[in-house]
């Protein structure tokens, strides 16, 4: 069974900065692919981030690049989005997503098989 905890949502100001960091247990994450997908309320969900097994190749949508950074530490079993000069815009439960897979970058959240509950994030304008 693989677990996928997010966390360090919160509420901030526009302008400041969030780190998210999504915990996996139950399985290493080293040959997981990993991606952020967020949900504003009313809205679908919008695919963010996305990194490959070994981290060295990421995508962001086109509204967070240049704001927000995806990352993994493999030894800690943990991914990460990094998120600056945050808008009002990017308010969203932000959830954390993974697939076992050493293939090229995934995504569509209908590639990813584990998802995490959600972390919250508020921006205040």
């Known amino acids: 069974q693989v677990l996928l905890v997010e966390s360090g949502g919160g509420l901030v100001q526009a302008g400041g900065s969030l780190r998210l960091s999504c915990a996996v247990s139950?399985?290493?994450?080293?040959?997981?692919?990993a991606g952020w997908i967020r949900q504003a309320p009313g809205k679908e969900t919008e695919f963010v981030a996305a990194?490959?097994?070994?981290?060295?190749?990421?995508y962001y949508e086109d509204s967070v690049k240049d704001r927000f950074t995806i990352s993994r530490d493999n030894a800690k079993n943990t991914v990460y989005l990094q998120m600056n000069s945050l808008k009002a815009e990017d308010t969203a439960v932000y959830y954390c997503?993974?697939?076992?897979?050493?293939?090229?970058?995934?995504?569509?959240?209908?590639?990813?098989?584990?998802w995490g509950q959600g972390t919250q994030v508020t921006v205040s304008s």
């Open positions: 139950g399985r290493t994450i080293s040959t997981y692919a």
């Open positions: 990194i490959r097994w070994r981290g060295r190749n990421t």
């Open positions: 997503a993974a697939q076992p897979t050493l293939g090229p970058l995934l995504l569509r959240s209908s590639d990813y098989n584990y």
